[in-house]
């Protein structure tokens, strides 16, 4: 996984509310570009950074793609971000 291809996805605004959406279950391309007042290609775009990224899966469904988050990499950068900015290890000898 590269986080620099994660942080370039989650940069945007639109990609963090897509990734919201698919919190709540796997959704179909339309479903999900519905939501957003830009073109089926900006969308398109935006699916394909987050796939990059590897945050969302997708399959074929007859003629739909439906789109599902990648929890696996999800955990992994939160466990990331908890390690980076999480409470400091205790130091050797404190009982805290």
């Given at each position: 996984?590269?986080?620099n291809l994660?942080?370039?996805a ?8 897509i ?5 709540i ?12 007042d830009m073109?089926k290609?900006?969308v398109?775009?935006?699916?394909a ?8 899966r997708s399959r ?8 599902s988050?990648n ?10 971000m908890w390690?980076l ?12």
């Amino acid at each position: 996984m590269s986080y620099n291809l994660v942080f370039k996805a989650l940069a945007d605004p639109t990609r963090r509310e897509i990734l919201r959406q698919l919190t709540i279950g796997e959704q179909t391309a339309g479903e999900l570009a519905e939501r957003f007042d830009m073109a089926k290609p900006s969308v398109s775009h935006h699916f394909a950074v987050l796939k990059e990224a590897d945050l969302i899966r997708s399959r074929r469904d007859g003629q739909k793609i439906v789109y599902s988050l990648n929890t696996t990499v999800a955990q992994d950068i939160l466990t990331w971000m908890w390690d980076l900015f999480g409470p400091p290890p205790a130091a050797k000898g404190d009982s805290r």
